[in-house]
């Protein structure tokens, strides 16, 4: 079979001709706006973002009926993106974290609405009382990773972060819709400059956590975390020990992100 055998589908085309003039447009496009970028009439741009708005990937401002792109865009190339420095930047580095802090170590990043495993040291450290970790999902309010993600991410992506937890029914929703611990988590983890999580999450009520974040310029790529019995230390005990291993591998991951 031709690679040419079958016809270009012209809405596909449209679709992503659409999607890459959003991009263009930092504060959001109007109708009219798209149509004069993407040259296509505004009843074909009205029905393509109507398309990419129930799908997920573009949301209308009530306030001036312009469209945003939402952070499911992101599905689109991070999965590439994030394998690529994961894989060849960070794990090497992990490894060498490892023979350092003893307790074990995650690298998580962003999907949907939660952080997700991708890289651990769990399955390798003496001291793990876990073993399969890569895939697990962290709820973003009640985990170490998931608030040092949730407070250095941009306050516009944050706003968005929220809407999806709140649309959600589960305990995390509850805790979004809560702007007074919202604030409080903020500006606290801000403070500290790391993410923690002593005995917070329900699900694993023995453990304690320390987190920061992997940045590249104003977006947060993902998170690393070092994961500890709670009983073993206090948080500060564990961020007077571990964060400056930490950190000088996060400085690692961001320069070779940066030069790759």
Known sequence: MSETEYKAV???IRGLALINGLNRFDGGASTAQLAEHSGLHRTTVRRLLETLQAEGYV???ESD???RLTLKVRELSEGFRDEQWISSIA???LGELLQEVVWPTDLCTLDVDAMVIRETTHRFSRLSFHRSMVGRRLPLLMTATGRAYFAFCPAAEREEL???MISRDDEQSVLARDR?????LVEHTLNKGYGENYAHWGKERKIAAIATPILQGQRVMGCLNLVYIAKA??????ARRYLGAMRR??????EGVTGS
């Open 91 to 93: 794990a090497p580095l």
């Open 233 to 238: 230390m206090p948080i500060e005990e564990a």
């Open 10 to 12: 012209r809405g596909l």
């Open 65 to 67: 009926d312009s469209y």
């Open 249 to 254: 591998v996060v400085t690692k991951i961001e």
């Open 59 to 61: 949301r209308r401002s």
């Open 180 to 184: 007074r611990f919202i604030e409080r």
């Open 162 to 164: 929220i809407e999806i």
